[in-house]
T-cell receptor
Framework: DADVTQTPRNRITKTGKRIMLECSQT?????MYWYRQDPGLGLRLIYY???????NKGEISDGYSVSRQAQAKFSLSLESAIPNQTALYFC?????????????FGPGTRLTVL | AQKITQTQPGMFVQEKEAVTLDCTYD???????LFWYKQPSSGEMIFLIY??????QNATEGRYSLNFQKARKSANLVISASQLGDSAMYFC???????????????FGSGTQLTVLP
């Protein structure tokens, strides 16, 4: 079983709809992250969380919100989806004690907003 | 200014040859880490190699090595003996600041698409 899972893997929705992307991990990591990937731009950080009580904005948080329901779960919401939020979304985790701060990525969610 | 720059959108290499993927970075923090990730067409992100700013030697992991030139702020990935399965997008990323104590995020470059030719 994968250590970091994302649901759904693919989603097509319409402008104005509310969407939630979910991430679960079995690695026991404290840190969790949401990134989006656009062609030619690499990955950009949306939000990150140090633990259940800690939520921080990343580079491109406008239009998104997150919830850290438990250590193992970190969800990303688009309250009112718009077409330029069409992208590949990745959840990642990291261990607080990891001297390298390596991040482990989920398989990604491909979101299309029509 | 871009923190991570990958100037090669696409690269081709013959199978069994070596290839170097370029990465330059920009930071004023004396403590940082550099990562390379591989993204095959299936989409997942696979960690390849890590170099810390205070590491004296270049990092190596199997066929992957990192040519770290601190004064030039470059961290090029070298893949030796390329295989067809190496065809993928490759991302360079940087963590600024020490790794301990806080949720240090990564800043990614725009990637290099590597194609290995038979």
């Amino acid at each position: 079983d994968a250590d970091v899972t994302q649901t759904p893997r693919n989603r097509i929705t319409k402008t104005g709809k509310r969407i939630m992307l979910e991430c679960s991990q079995t690695k026991g990591h404290d840190r969790m992250y949401w990134y989006r990937q656009d062609p030619g731009l690499g990955l950009r950080l949306i939000y990150y969380s140090f633990d259940v009580k800690d939520i921080n904005k990343g580079e491109i948080s406008d239009g998104y919100s997150v919830s850290r329901q438990a250590q193992a779960k970190f969800s990303l919401s688009l309250e009112s989806a718009i077409p330029n939020q069409t992208a590949l979304y990745f959840c990642a985790t990291g261990a607080l004690q990891d001297p390298y701060n390596e991040q482990f990525f989920g398989p990604g969610t491909r979101l299309t907003v029509l | 200014a871009q923190k991570i720059t990958q100037t090669q959108p696409g690269m081709f290499v013959q199978e069994k040859e070596a290839v170097t993927l370029d990465c330059t970075y920009d930071t004023s923090d004396p403590s940082y880490g550099l990562f390379w990730y591989k993204q095959p067409s299936s989409g997942e992100m696979i960690f390849l190699i890590y170099q810390g700013s205070y590491d004296q030697q270049n990092a190596t992991e199997g066929r992957y090595s990192l040519n770290f030139q601190k004064a030039r702020k470059s961290a090029n990935l070298v893949i030796s003996a390329s295989q067809l399965g190496d065809s993928a997008m490759y991302f360079c990323a940087m963590r600024e600041g020490p790794s301990s104590g806080s949720a240090r995020q990564l800043t990614f470059g725009s990637g290099t698409q590597l194609t290995v030719l038979p």
